[in-house]
T-cell receptor, first 112, second 114 residues
Framework: GESVGLHLPTLSVQEGDNSIINCAYSNSASDYFIWYKQESGKGPQFIIDIRSNMDKRQGQRVTVLLNKTVKHLSLQIAATQPGDSAVYFCAETSSGTYKYIFGTGTRLKVLA | GAGVSQSPSNKVTEKGKDVELRCDPISGHTALYWYRQSLGQGLEFLIYFQGNSAPDKSGLPSDRFSAERTGGSVSTLTIQRTQQEDSAVYLC????????????FGSGTRLTVV
């Protein structure tokens, strides 16, 4: 399928290396955050979430870090694999609303 | 169905024509959302349906855009008199009210206005 976001920031990493994708969120009142992965021709897929009462949350090969002081979110992917190649979006929301604000996305390219 | 289903997957239309995009959410999900994703951009909120409540239409970019959700299930997004700037991927998502696990997205409809 066609790619979305041909002009997105791109992070290129070697297979097996760790990846760090960053996101600056906009609303200091946001208290719930999600990282999504979007492969070419597909809709965004949930990866991991974190609430504002946490600084760090780990999943399988992924870790999300939250710094509320500077409104910054990061996604760390350990031992990056070719299947991790995709566009990654952060999304924020606040309690009482189910409308998310999405970042513009970062394209991750895994080099063999 | 097991996931959110959108149709058609691709649509090419002539400028000035009307188009209808369909979304079939996950069974039991009471919330349904439409987003638009333009090339090089993030996801832009369009409209939100929750149960029988009045929809949140605050993201619709013009009065050429409208959406319905019949019977609390299937939704149709209609774009009248399409313009070239309407070309984008239109994504539908659904969720359980009260769920804090985000949305489940469909694969989207890629609309190209020529």
């Amino acid at each position: 399928g066609e790619s979305v976001g041909l002009h997105l920031p791109t992070l290129s990493v070697q297979e097996g290396d760790n990846s760090i994708i960053n996101c600056a969120y906009s609303n200091s009142a946001s208290d719930y955050f999600i990282w999504y992965k979007q492969e070419s021709g597909k809709g965004p897929q949930f990866i991991i979430d974190i609430r504002s009462n946490m600084d760090k949350r780990q999943g399988q090969r992924v870790t999300v870090l939250l710094n509320k002081t500077v409104k910054h979110l990061s996604l760390q992917i350990a031992a990056t694999q070719p299947g991790d190649s995709a566009v990654y979006f952060c999304a924020e929301t606040s309690s009482g609303t189910y409308k998310y604000i999405f970042g513009t996305g970062t394209r991750l390219k895994v080099l063999a | 169905g097991a996931g959110v289903s959108q149709s058609p997957s691709n649509k090419v239309t002539e400028k000035g024509k009307d188009v209808e995009l369909r979304c079939d959410p996950i069974s039991g999900h009471t919330a349904l959302y439409w987003y638009r994703q333009s090339l090089g951009q993030g996801l832009e909120f369009l409209i939100y349906f929750q149960g029988n409540s009045a929809p949140d239409k605050s993201g619709l970019p013009s009065d050429r855009f409208s959406a319905e959700r019949t019977g609390g299930s299937v939704s149709t997004l209609t774009i009248q008199r399409t313009q070239q700037e309407d070309s984008a991927v239109y994504l539908c998502a659904s969720s359980l009210i009260g769920s804090h696990y985000g949305y489940t997205f469909g694969s989207g409809t890629r609309l190209t206005v020529v």
